[in-house]
């Protein structure tokens, strides 16, 4: 079962259209006057959140550096992938597609995962991040849809929620003058994901016999019905019909 070599790219290409999502938000400075003096991109990256935390905050002092690392920034990291029962479907299901009308693939029924992801957003004022989470919570109500191209063997596209489950916000703001402000906002996603298996590859079906019986046991047969593309070794693209032939008991 288990040495069938596949591998679709499901969470790389989940990971990458989630981030695909913030990778364009901007930010307006403006004077006292309210005229924008500066628009400014905001940089995101994928990075465990220690990790993000402990490069901004290095040297945090402003008199024992020329220059600090730019602000705002944004940055995400997975944390969990969990099982999803509430989407299960039978497994048995298939997804079929049909190669050059002489061969067809197969697929089963996916396996529904949940990943969580979690948004951070660093700022050195409070405009600046109300500006970028602005920009983030009218398409999450409370959840955005995403197409990725699953399986492109069956050429299999996978709707792709994306919900918003918590906002979380710090404002630490503790020490003397030269100490920078730490103003971060925490947003927790979960994305709603397919797990697809191997794609099988076999013969289309061109002859199929069914038996019929008539008591519960299976002991006594009824009927045998046979029923075959006519010609036999016609392909899906060509032009058939059927014979059918039904042997009584």
């Known amino acids: 079962m288990l040495d069938q070599r596949f591998y679709w790219g499901t969470i790389r290409k989940a990971i990458v259209a989630f981030g695909s999502m913030f990778n364009n938000i901007t930010i307006e400075r ?7 003096v500066q ?17 901004i905050r290095q040297q945090p002092n402003v008199d024992t550096q020329n220059v600090q690392i730019v602000l705002p920034r944004m940055g995400f990291e ?5 099982y999803d029962p509430n989407r299960k479907i ?11 009308g002489t061969s067809a693939n197969s697929q089963y029924a996916p396996t529904p995962y949940n990943i969580s992801i979690l948004l951070f957003i660093y700022a050195k004022n409070q405009d600046d991040g109300l500006q970028i989470i602005e920009q983030i919570l009218p398409y999450f109500n409370p959840d955005y849809n995403l197409t990725i191209k699953a ?6 596209r996978n709707d792709m929620p994306i919900i918003l489950s918590t906002i ?6 503790e020490g003397d003058l030269t100490t920078r402000r730490s103003i971060m906002w925490t947003l927790s996603f979960t994305i709603k994901l397919n797990f697809y298996g191997p794609v099988t590859k076999g013969s289309i079906i061109r002859k199929v016999t069914a038996t019929t019986f008539n008591d519960p046991s299976l002991t006594q047969q009824r009927q045998i019905a046979t029923i075959q593309t006519n010609p036999l070794l016609a392909n899906t693209t060509d032009t058939f019909g059927y014979l059918e032939n039904f042997e009584d008991f």
Do not use: C, H, W
């Open 168 to 173: 979380g916000f710090e404002d630490d703001y």
């Open 151 to 156: 399986v492109p063997e069956l050429n299999i």
């Open 39 to 55: 628009i400014q991109k905001v940089p995101l990256a994928y990075s465990p959140k220690q990790k993000f935390l402990t490069k």
């Open 78 to 82: 997975m944390i969990s992938l969990d």
């Open 90 to 100: 039978a497994p048995i299901q298939q997804s079929r597609t049909i190669n050059s």
């Open 30 to 36: 403006k004077d006292a006057d309210g005229n924008v």
